[in-house]
């Protein structure tokens, strides 16, 4: 793709700043952020469950600054890989290396740096388990989802999204040592979560995906195909998450809420299916991102709430 047209590293864009503060700008967009900020929401409350309240302090350092730079790692990969196709989408063009601020050399060095630090901080200071099933969740996101399945096939976030679902079961390992039941009842929320969330995102800038050639189901099946698939997936969602209850994974404080949040993913999934415009696809993306905080401090609430079996 040599006929890429590249964005100007000179040019300025809203909220560049200059000198070493543009620099240290540009490597924490590489880190990206705000998906960091949605990991560690869900390790963390993976950890209070876990703990049944207030997990040890250092612990819960260790664990969130270990798994961030391990995230970090991810997202810079992520950004090396897909350099030339940020650079085609609105989304994505002022990203570090679309612009050609940050080289790929540093940044493969700042990705190493990272990981080899966020690894050993959870190797060290919480438990091999914990490093070693947030090593995998990387490499799954990086080489199976971002170097194989994005490009080739609109089951991408599908399949894929089992990377942003591995969190919680560090978090939980991060306290107890092993995998429970809870850390694998979040896994499946977010796991399942992930499609209806990101097709949305797709039909508000599938010209953007259709321009960089990525296939996303909006460009791909259609947009009316996509629209059912949401409501599909999101009865699934709703459905599984609900399932924990009677199944006594989570007890009725979980329940409840799982049932009124659901119910409103689910209506929001059904306006998006009659809507025309792009107005209720831009609601679902944004209530999905509470849906799936309000979520995890159900899970955290009914567990810390419920006594101890036995």
């Avoid at 260790?62 to 995230?71: E, P, Q």
């Avoid at 259709?210 to 947009?223: S, T």
Wanted: charged share 15%; hydrophobic share 55%.
């Amino acid at each position: 793709m040599n006929t890429l047209a590249r964005v100007d590293a000179t040019a300025p864009f809203p909220g560049r700043k200059t000198g070493w503060r543009g620099v240290l700008d540009d490597y924490y967009e590489l880190a990206k952020p705000r998906i960091i900020s949605l990991l560690l929401v869900t390790t963390l409350a993976a950890m209070v469950m876990a703990a049944r309240g207030v997990p040890p302090l250092l612990l819960t350092f260790w664990t969130l600054l270990g798994g961030a730079l391990s995230a970090a790692s991810a997202g810079a990969l992520n950004c090396v890989w897909d350099r030339d196709i940020d650079r085609l989408m609105n989304r994505t063009k002022f990203r570090p290396l679309a612009r050609g601020t940050i080289s790929v050399r540093n940044a493969l060095l700042f990705a190493a740096l990272a990981q080899v630090a966020g690894f050993a901080m959870l190797y060290a200071f919480v438990n091999p388990l914990a490093a070693w099933l947030s090593l995998a969740g990387n490499v799954y996101y990086v080489v199976i989802y971002t170097m194989w399945l994005k490009r080739v096939t609109p089951l991408n976030i599908v399949i894929g999204g089992a990377a942003g679902a591995v969190p919680p079961l560090v978090g939980w390992a991060a306290v107890t040592g092993h995998l429970g039941s809870p850390a694998f009842a979040l896994f499946a929320v977010i796991f399942l979560w992930t499609p209806p969330h990101f097709w949305a995102l797709s039909l508000m800038t599938n010209t953007d995906y259709d321009k960089a050639g990525i296939p996303m189901l909006a460009n791909v099946k259609g947009i009316p195909r996509t629209k059912r698939e949401i409501v599909i997936y999101s009865l699934i969602l709703v459905g599984v998450s609900l399932a924990f209850f009677p199944l006594h994974v989570l007890g009725p404080c979980y329940g409840g809420c799982a049932l009124v949040l659901g119910a409103v993913f689910l209506w929001d999934a059904w306006k998006v299916s009659g809507d025309p415009t792009k107005r209720y696809a831009r609601v679902l993306f944004k209530y999905s991102l509470l849906y799936l905080a309000l979520m995890c401090a159900a899970m955290v609430l009914d567990r810390v709430i419920r006594l101890p079996h036995g």
